[in-house]
């Protein structure tokens, strides 16, 4: 789970660390009020949706004077930027900024253990920084059973600072978001850029902080913030109806039950030339109800051109599934092709309720993929 810049600056100074005093609005005038009460001539107007690259998409923009911030932030404000809509922005003070670095604490699943990321080339083109030059971005595996001790911390500001008062500063800095970090079961807590501004203090002028969404039932104040996206809105609408699906983008949509065979469904269909547009888990029950809301969900997604079901019955008997989506295309009238695949318990009345439909059958993977494939392929064309 996501939470916006504000958000994440206010759970920062709740933990000690320095930020700049900002304002959020929903409004010019709101950001027109903001301005009259912020102690600073020269303000910030920044966009605030769920995604990077504010800056280079015009969401990020300085303002000296009440003129230039009404334009601004009506400019801002309505903004697209990669497909979220700017409903609010951050007004703030400006800071005079001598340098720009990098911090972060994230999960590395490889060291099984959060890893603490630095640079001393912060700011807008950390992710080139990254690509060229690697070796500017230190890292550095936290040992759970201590965290980030004294000593960690400062041989960690030492990669930033040679002076010992920025590096005592810095390192207190570190030990403060490392607590944030673990308290609050955050996946990512990164701050970029931390400043050196010209009076001699370290500041945090931006904040992101992710969440671990399977710890958000320990944090019912973090968890009231979430504002899912439409696609995060059926990923928990299909946990509230008892299956899992993940969004990918393909043309084919997958309906399978157990998540190794979906996985497995998804890597053939990329082996025979197609692209699975989600991971759809039905999981091991034989309710019709739970086929028809997965199938109403997979033929809500715009680019999904042929869905294929694949069912390996277990506990699952494949006669409830046909019901189940005989049932699914009484109430849900489309043009997409439907491939099945239905093998194991009642495999043979399953088919025969499916028999006479419109539905494509087949009797094995491989062939069930390569019709769907195939269709997919014969539609886009």
């Known amino acids: 789970m996501k939470i916006h810049e504000y958000q994440a600056k206010k759970m920062f100074s709740a933990y000690g660390i320095p930020v700049d005093q900002s304002v959020v609005c929903r409004s010019v005038e709101d950001a027109v009020k903001a301005y009259s009460h912020l102690d600073s001539q020269r303000v ?7 995604t990077g690259g504010r800056g280079k998409a015009g969401g990020v923009k300085l303002a000296d004077d009440e003129i230039e911030l009404r334009k601004h932030a009506a400019n801002i404000l309505g903004m697209d930027i990669k497909g979220f809509t700017v409903d609010r922005v951050l007004v703030g003070q400006a800071v005079n900024i001598s340098k720009e670095l990098y911090v972060s604490y994230v999960i590395d699943r490889r060291t099984k253990s959060a890893i603490l990321m630095l640079s001393k080339e912060g700011g807008m083109d950390i992710e080139e920084v ?82 671990d969404d399977n710890a958000l039932f320990r944090h019912p104040e973090i968890a009231a913030l979430n504002e899912p996206t439409e696609e995060e809105k059926k990923e928990l609408f299909a946990k509230s109806q008892g299956f899992s699906y993940v969004n990918l983008g393909g043309e084919i949509g997958c309906m399978v039950n157990g998540a190794g065979l979906a996985m497995a469904t998804m890597d053939v269909i990329k082996l025979y030339g197609g692209n699975p547009a989600n991971f759809l888990d039905i999981g091991g029950s034989s309710n019709p109800n739970k086929v028809i809301e997965a199938m109403k969900l997979l033929l809500s997604d715009k680019n999904v051109k042929v869905v294929l079901i694949n069912i390996f019955g277990g506990i699952t008997r494949c006669d409830d599934v046909a019901r189940g989506l005989l049932e699914a295309f009484k109430q849900i009238k489309t043009h997409v092709p439907v491939v099945i695949r239905l093998t194991g318990t009642n495999e043979k009345e399953g088919r025969a309720l499916l028999a006479g439909t419109d539905l494509h059958v087949a009797n094995t993977m491989g062939d069930a993929t390569q019709m769907a494939v195939d269709l997919a392929k014969q539609l886009q064309n």
């Open 44 to 50: 910030i107007v920044k966009a605030q949706v769920h």
């Open 130 to 211: 990254a690509r060229v030059a690697p070796e500017k971005i230190h890292k550095i595996a936290i040992d759970p059973s201590i965290g980030v001790p004294d000593f960690l911390a400062r041989e960690a500001a030492f990669k930033l600072f040679d002076d010992i008062k920025l590096v005592r500063q810095t390192a207190t800095i570190l030990q403060k978001l490392y607590k944030l970090f673990v308290e609050s079961d955050a996946s990512l807590a990164e701050i970029n850029p931390l400043v050196l501004t010209a009076e001699g203090d370290i500041v945090a002028i931006d904040a992101k902080m992710t969440f």
